[in-house]
């Protein structure tokens, strides 16, 4: 039963801490995540390709 409260103290405690981010963090956090996701797939579509010209099926 100690764990879970300790839990529940270091949990309100980092919540206490932890703040939003700024107008201008999030933008730049929303730009670096669409960047990831966008070069993944581009990644995914080269990768689909060339396994299509080398007739290599999965």
């Given at each position: 039963m100690?764990?879970v409260?300790?839990?529940a103290?270091e ?7 932890a ?8 933008e ?5 995540t669409?960047l990831g ?7 995914g ?5 060339i396994l299509?010209?080398?007739e290599?099926?999965?």
């Amino acid at each position: 039963m100690l764990d879970v409260l300790h839990y529940a103290r270091e949990c309100i405690r980092v919540l206490n801490v932890a703040s939003r981010p700024r107008k201008r963090e999030f933008e730049k956090i929303v730009k670096i995540t669409l960047l990831g996701i966008i070069l993944i797939g581009l990644i995914g579509v080269l990768i689909s390709f060339i396994l299509s010209l080398t007739e290599i099926r999965i």
